[in-house]
DNA sequence: TATCATTGTTTCATTATGGAACAATGATAC
DNA sequence: GTATCATTGTTCCATAATGAAACAATGATA
């Protein structure tokens, strides 16, 4: 059987420099992250690539996060460079590659070491249709607590997201990209504690949110359970 | 009269992906920043660099640093990545390194896009000795809020890490390494204020910094002036 | 010894936060 | 219909943090 054979053309790229997407969803009271998994191996990535000699890199995430799991024109921020000499080798990524039959000359410098710039991205889960790219097998959710076996440093880069995260919760507005374009209180308030890993006081998180004046009221939910139904709430422009 | 030439080893490098180091100091109730000065322009950069093939992002910024500056051991922490594709022309370069009789060649990446990975430094001003760069002129120290004239988009790089040093103000104990051991609660003040760039109330300053507990009086401070002297002050370890 | 400039501290009002209780309401069971 | 239940929305009060003003202390000078 004759394999079909990607070639990846190193000459477009600037070499020894890659993006790594580190993308946020919100779904089930959990924080979750979008990932592609290795085809043929128990092995999973964050959504990466290499920027073009001509792209402002800010376009080639944009371009990467749509290629590798379909997601497009979503919020997207720079948060860390990673740039230890030794931080991935080129062991790995021959594995990964010839799972995939890419053709690549062997002293190229996808071999040697990278410096990668880390994005996270936050999307609205019940809009996000994943797509799975040429390279991977799968794409899926994975809860952020329960990360699965996750190439190079890459563990140690979604950490490192989270943390930025956490630490531009009040600044960034973040539940306007992960939440719907409506949602109750309490959702709001536990995407809060689930980026905060922390409990947080239903009445208190309510007067300052509200106190931002942010939200807008916009109508009651009704589930058919047998409480009094929450107000729907939006973001105000 | 044969011209000394310099000649930078492309090879040494990755290609296309350079740093750019702000330097912050804090001396006569100014913020400084430490600029070498391009040979015979009027014009000014950044102390800036490329990254060693095998070599860790950070340990370029310190070697960087040092071989511009003289400046070692220092706080380093990294803020931004600059990426924009047209964000520097060969041309500025050329006029650069033709004033520094370095011998390069016309095609080599050097003159094409960079990657630029901004740190910003916080020194002891009154502990630099700054040496001269072998590709400069002068190193002097400029008040942030009168740059000269800079390079490339470095005035805007200087913005990003200013911005960055005041969203961090709260966070990261930036006084321990812009003051000198021993400091009076005004001096402190004034740095906070310079940096936020607004008055600060003076008792309620004093109330807030001494109730975080990082604090230890030490002495008081003899001026010779008609008035009260004040404590001196320095940062627990 | 009085004066002056500046530093250190206290006091009081205002605002934010923590914690508890109470009121409202939409379904269900009887 | 009425009682019950779970949850949501709100109020109340104590405590902590912050803003603003006044007062007290002190080291040199006249």
Known sequence: MESEQIIIDEEKFIPHLSIDCVIFGFHGEQL????????????????????????DIE?????????????????????????KANR???????????????????????????VSIGYYALVDFSKVNTKIGIYDEACEWHDIHQLPNLAFDHAEITQKALETLRFMLDDKLIGLNLLPETFTMKELQILY??????????????RKILSMG??????????????????LYKFIK
Request: glycine share 6%.
């Open 214 to 231: 942010i939200l807008e009221r916009v109508e009651k939910k009704f589930t058919g359970a047998a409480h009094k139904a929450p107000y």
């Open 88 to 114: 991935s080798t080129g062991e790995t990524l021959k594995k990964i590659l010839l799972k995939n039959n890419v053709k690549i000359n062997n002293t190229s410098w996808v071999f040697e070491r990278f």
């Open 32 to 55: 979750k992250v979008l990932l592609p998994k290795v085809k043929n191996l128990d092995l999973w990535s964050l959504p990466g690539g290499y920027v073009l000699k001509d792209e």
């Open 193 to 206: 504690e689930t980026i905060l890993d922390k409990p947080l006081r239903r009445d208190n998180f309510q």
């Open 59 to 83: 376009k080639a995430a944009q371009r990467i996060l749509e290629e590798r799991t379909g997601v497009t024109d979503i919020y997207l921020e720079q948060f860390y460079v990673f740039g």
